[in-house]
């Protein structure tokens, strides 16, 4: 059974940054695509970033030239990088997994960007 977890997130005032780390079990990590959504409040789920096993990047253009996604398949792990915070980046964080025939998920962190 495959699982995704994500330590951190919490409270980052504007301008800052945070990495985001997510590490992921009961997968052949390094063969799969994985990446970063998030859902601010009040809105729907969008995507942030992801990178192929192949490290190849997609951004969000929202978060382009500030979010650096990247993955260690030694350690089965996913990071995005987020620099230059702004309070429209407040949301919940979610890591994910893109399997043969499903995604999978993590729980969720939430990321709050405020004075």
């Known amino acids: 059974q495959v699982q995704l977890v994500e330590p951190g997130g919490g409270l980052v005032q504007p301008g800052g940054s945070l990495r985001l780390s997510c590490a992921a079990s009961?997968?052949?990590?390094?063969?799969?695509?994985v990446g970063w959504h998030r859902q601010p409040p009040g809105k729907q789920r969008e995507l942030v970033a992801t990178i192929t096993s192949g490290r190849i990047t997609n951004y969000a253009d929202s978060v382009k030239g500030r979010c650096t996604i990247s993955r260690d398949n030694a350690k089965n792990t996913m990071y995005l990088q987020m620099n230059s915070l702004e309070p429209e980046d407040t949301a919940v964080y979610y890591c994910?997994?893109?399997?043969?025939?499903?995604?999978?998920w993590g729980k969720g962190i939430l990321v709050t960007v405020s004075s």
């Open positions: 009961g997968a052949l990590f390094s063969f799969f695509p």
């Open positions: 994910y997994l893109a399997g043969y025939s499903t995604n999978y």
